[in-house]
């Protein structure tokens, strides 16, 4: 069936400028995750939704970023004021009932 | 919270020979464990997993083992191959069907010389 979907595949923007990046989880999960991946390093958590609400935040590096989620399905994760630290790639993941957690293939941020 | 150390962050294996990753966790609560491979431009993908309740898990060529005295767990790849050319991920999290918030290690990237 279909996977984790997220887009767009790559972003390339300003210092300054805000963005949006969204995921689709596999249908029924009710459970979704966003990481981000530093060039070269292993996977940062940043927030945990269930449903609609996101009991876990504490990943979160600043309140430039936020994230929303509705309807049990799509996620978006939101940049304000890009900075050039924010340049990575950012993963979603979505759990099934046994806990096994499935990622898209990323979105690779570059912050000029 | 859990810190998950992962070694070597380079492996470099001849096809055909076994490769072997190690992870140790600091938090005794933890009581899932799974591996990751990523491909270039990939996202991770889930390999094999273990929960604390066992000590060893397999896979085809893949194994996991368990040692939660040692707080320590391994990734075994037996006979090679170049699509086993990836870095691996190992992870530790608390399952407690609520929040599995994965730790992740920090990779390990493995090269099989053909």
């Known amino acids: 069936g279909a996977g984790v979907s997220q887009s767009p595949s790559n972003k390339v923007t300003e210092k300054g400028k805000d963005v949006e990046l969204r995921c689709d989880p596999i249908s029924g999960h009710t459970a979704l995750y966003w990481y981000r991946q530093r060039l070269g390093q292993g996977l940062e958590f940043l927030i945990y939704?269930?449903?609609?609400?996101?009991?876990?935040k504490s990943g979160l590096p600043s309140d430039r970023f936020s994230a929303e989620r509705t309807g049990e399905s799509v996620s978006t994760l939101t940049i304000q004021r890009t900075q050039q630290e924010d340049s990575a790639v950012y993963l979603c993941?979505?759990?099934?009932?046994?806990?096994?957690?499935?990622f898209g293939s990323g979105t690779q941020l570059s912050v000029l | 919270g859990e810190n998950v150390e992962q070694h070597p962050s380079t492996l470099s294996v001849q096809e055909g020979d076994s490769a072997v990753i190690k992870c140790t966790y600091s938090?005794?609560?933890?009581?899932?464990f799974p591996w990751y491979k990523q491909e270039l431009g990939k996202g991770p993908q889930l390999i094999i997993d273990?929960?604390?309740?066992?000590g060893e898990k397999k896979d085809q060529r893949i194994a996991v083992t368990l040692n939660k005295t040692a707080k320590h767990f391994s990734l075994h790849i037996t006979e090679t191959q170049p699509e086993d050319s990836a870095v691996y991920f190992c992870a530790a999290s608390i399952s407690n069907f609520g929040n599995e918030k994965l730790t992740f290690g920090t990779g390990t990237r493995l090269t099989i010389i053909p």
């Open positions: 273990i929960r604390s309740n066992v």
């Open positions: 939704f269930q449903g609609n609400s996101a009991p876990d």
């Open positions: 938090d005794s609560a933890s009581n899932y």
């Open positions: 993941a979505s759990r099934d009932v046994e806990v096994k957690l499935f």
